[in-house]
Each structure stands twice: as structure tokens, then as C-alpha cells.
């Protein structure tokens, strides 16, 4: 049971090209947003979607794959954990983010 705590799993679509990051020691990080849509019906009977934007950052092997085939509009699944971490910005205030961290992903389509 210990292998599901803290999984998350989206499909989406790739809201801009990733941006990839060579860091020292040769490894890399790639950072995207991916869209997920969601449906439901209004008390007037109208289908209406939601879009929900996503923060991804992905280290090593899976941000090689991302740079090399992933672009703005791919639909791709992302399968990782979710995180929070913080820092200060160049104006010294402490902001948050909140994102999903990729152990695996999935391209779709073409």
C-alpha cells in the first residue's frame, strides 16, 4: 500500500515548449505545464469545461526524453508526486509553488 501515498497521475496537453536546464555534474531538469480538462453540466444543462494548468519538473533520463520530444500542444501522461517547496524572488518575497515531480511519462499522439 505504501507505493500509492502521494501518486499522482495526469493526462494533458503541453501548455509551452519545456524549458530544459543543463545543472552541473551533466544532469538535467525540465520544467512544463501541462492542461487537464474537465467537464460537467451547469444547473442550466450546458456542458461546461474546466481547465486546470499544472506545474511539472522532471530530473535525469525523463527530462532528456522531454527535451528531445515534447512540445507546446503534445498530449502526454505524467505519472510522479506531488510537491511543495518555496523561495525568495529577486524582490526578497518568499513565494510557493506547488508541483508534480515525474517518475515516468507517456507521449501521445503522433
Given at each position: 500500500?505504501?507505493?500509492?501515498?502521494?501518486?499522482?497521475?495526469?493526462?494533458g496537453h503541453?501548455?509551452?515548449?519545456?524549458?530544459?536546464?543543463?545543472?552541473?555534474?551533466?544532469?538535467?531538469?525540465?520544467?512544463?505545464?501541462?492542461?487537464?480538462?474537465?467537464?460537467?453540466?451547469?444547473?442550466?444543462?450546458?456542458?461546461?469545461e474546466n481547465?486546470?494548468?499544472?506545474?511539472?519538473?522532471?530530473?535525469?533520463?525523463?527530462?532528456?526524453?522531454?527535451?528531445?520530444?515534447?512540445?507546446?500542444g503534445k498530449?502526454?501522461?505524467?505519472?510522479?508526486?506531488?510537491?511543495?517547496?518555496?523561495?525568495?524572488?529577486?524582490?526578497?518575497?518568499?513565494?510557493?509553488?506547488?508541483?508534480?515531480?515525474?517518475?515516468?511519462?507517456?507521449?501521445?499522439?503522433?
Amino acid at each position: 500500500m505504501n507505493a500509492m501515498k502521494n501518486k499522482v497521475q495526469l493526462i494533458g496537453h503541453v501548455g509551452q515548449d519545456p524549458e530544459v536546464k543543463d545543472l552541473e555534474g551533466g544532469k538535467k531538469v525540465a520544467n512544463l505545464t501541462l492542461a487537464t480538462n474537465d467537464y460537467y453540466i451547469n444547473d442550466k444543462g450546458e456542458k461546461v469545461e474546466n481547465t486546470e494548468w499544472h506545474k511539472v519538473a522532471a530530473w535525469g533520463k525523463i527530462a532528456e526524453i522531454i527535451e528531445k520530444y515534447v512540445v507546446k500542444g503534445k498530449e502526454i501522461v505524467v505519472e510522479g508526486k506531488l510537491t511543495h517547496r518555496s523561495y525568495e524572488d529577486k524582490d526578497g518575497t518568499k513565494r510557493y509553488v506547488t508541483e508534480v515531480v515525474a517518475n515516468d511519462i507517456l507521449l501521445l499522439g503522433k
